[in-house]
């Protein structure tokens, strides 16, 4: 009898579980998809993304169809969001069911084993480690060595014109590099960068592997790239000491069954990183110099920040040290607004991996979630005005959610405090030593991958007077 009515109990608890999937499935097909256009069959709205400004595109989407709307871009359906509260669901409270998503092209040649395709078990135990590696604690000791790639770098612009974006993602890629290895730069990691170019090239063109194109360079620079990391980690791993660096962290990582990571796994996640790290960085930096060249009283307001700083590091005789940097409120400001100005990362990619009800819409299991972090930072509601650049703004915290220039959630960025000292050293040196002017009079913007001014944004650096520069300190 015992066992008829075990039976009974556990058949009902099947067909109640069941009734409840179906009736929960029922209920999501019952949702509606969002509101948009799905455009022409196969193509969607991939010409119309590529043939306009993209600010464009989702602006006159959003004001026609709300904050969640629905397109079909390069052969997939997509839902973009631009509401703070929907963009938290997808990357903070709901983050389990979308999970990141990137061509297979970019996925090869930045290698599949990185941080940035992950969930779950192996995604947290790499972001514990990469976070570890660029948290202030661990940065802070990196001061004097930054300052040096500035300064080398700096001294080389004096009246000369430069290309900013091609100068400063030498600066961030020098950067990268030293926060990758340890220590500075040597012949070993020269060769890296020189491979790395070539891959950087291959992975913002088209995915054709063809003989010559830079696609297929790119694949054969990623092979040789792969190499001489997995060199660096062999003689390492031989070594009693790890050495420095994201590298020696990852090399000295053991999981709960004392595995180390595999030799792969280290290479793509510091390949990873350095891609991180690189163009988003000198992107910004480009900017910030377009930003202040064109808001004169803004650029005078951070020289006398930095000035003050100068005086007392010239005063006791030593260089730049992390307690100068963190007495730098206004120059951190600008960094702030250029950082939802400009919106290097206008959006991210997720994916659903599951039915998922979205604000009362259906999102199909397989179609892509865009969270708009362009339109978020440029929405008058939380930053009225917000075609102008005002640093002041900042003065008081923007609202939650609304400001996600690194991300939120499990995938942000682990590297925006490294960012943000990269981005204050250079500015001290520069803005206290030199002036620039803009060349020629292009105003729009280039995109590849992220908007930057065009043509890099050509500078001639002049240095400032030391009239200027004694009247001011004196
Ligand atoms: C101003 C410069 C930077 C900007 C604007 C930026 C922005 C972002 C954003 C928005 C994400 C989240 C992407 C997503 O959710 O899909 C991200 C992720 C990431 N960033 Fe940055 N980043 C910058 C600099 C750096 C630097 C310097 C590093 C390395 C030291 C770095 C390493 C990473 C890594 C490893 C991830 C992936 C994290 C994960 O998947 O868990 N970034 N970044």
Not at 90 to 107: D, G, I, M, R
Not at 323 to 339: H, K, S
Request: glycine share 6%; hydrophobic share 40%; proline share 6%.
């Amino acid at each position: 009898m015992q066992l008829f009515y075990a039976i009974l109990f556990f058949i009902s608890f099947l067909l109640l579980s069941l009734m409840c999937l179906l009736f929960k499935r029922g209920n999501l097909k019952d949702k509606r998809l969002p509101p948009g256009s799905m455009g022409w069959p196969y193509i969607g709205e991939t010409l119309k993304l590529y043939t306009q400004n993209p600010n464009t595109f989702f602006s006159t989407r959003q004001k026609g169809y709300g904050d969640i709307f629905k397109t079909h871009i390069l052969g997939c359906p997509c839902v973009m969001i631009s509401s703070p509260e929907a963009a938290k669901i997808v990357l903070v409270s709901q983050a389990n069911l979308f999970k990141p998503t990137y061509p297979p092209s970019k996925e090869m040649m930045i290698g599949p084993e990185a941080i940035f395709f992950h969930q779950g078990d192996y995604h947290s135990r790499l972001k514990k480690l990469v976070q570890a590696s660029f948290l202030p604690s661990a940065i802070r000791g990196s001061v004097s060595e930054i300052e040096k790639i500035v300064l080398r770098l700096v001294s080389s612009w004096e009246n000369t014109t430069i290309n900013t974006l091609n100068e400063m993602k030498k600066f961030a890629f020098d950067v990268a590099i030293i926060s990758a290895f340890g220590g500075r730069s040597d012949l070993e990691t020269e060769g890296i960068k020189h491979l790395y170019n070539c891959l950087e090239k291959g992975y913002n063109s088209m995915p054709l592997d063809l003989p010559g194109t830079p696609f297929r360079k790119a694949k054969k620079a990623r092979k040789l790239l792969n190499e001489r990391i997995k060199k660096m980690i062999k003689r390492r791993r031989e070594s009693q000491k790890k050495g420095g660096g994201l590298l020696g962290v990852l090399l000295e990582s053991k999981d709960h069954k004392f595995n180390n990571l595999s030799d792969s796994q280290v290479a793509d996640n510091i390949i990873g990183v350095i891609f991180a790290a690189h163009d988003t960085t000198a992107s910004v930096l480009t900017w910030i110099l377009k930003y202040l060249h064109d808001n004169k009283e803004v650029l005078e307001a951070v020289t006398r920040e930095q000035e003050k700083i100068r005086w007392a590091v010239k005063e006791e005789n030593r260089g730049l040290r992390w307690d100068d940097t963190r007495r730098m409120p206004l120059t951190n400001r600008v960094i702030q607004e250029t950082l939802r100005a400009a919106s290097v990362l206008s959006f991210t990619f997720r994916e659903a991996v599951q039915d998922v009800e979205l604000q009362g819409y259906l999102i199909p299991k397989g179609w892509k979630v865009l969270p708009l972090f362009r339109s978020i930072h440029h929405c008058a509601d939380f930053f009225p005005q917000p075609e102008k650049f005002d640093p002041s703004r900042f003065e008081v915290p923007p609202r939650p959610n609304t400001f996600l220039p690194f991300g939120n959630g499990v995938h942000s960025c682990p590297g925006s405090e490294l960012a943000k000292l990269e981005i204050l050293i250079l500015l001290h040196h520069l803005t206290t030593m030199y002036r620039w002017e803009v060349v020629g009079n292009e105003d729009g913007i280039q995109y590849g991958p992220f908007p930057v001014p065009k043509k890099g944004l050509p500078l001639k650096i002049t240095a400032r007077s030391k009239k200027t520069i004694s009247a001011k300190i004196n």
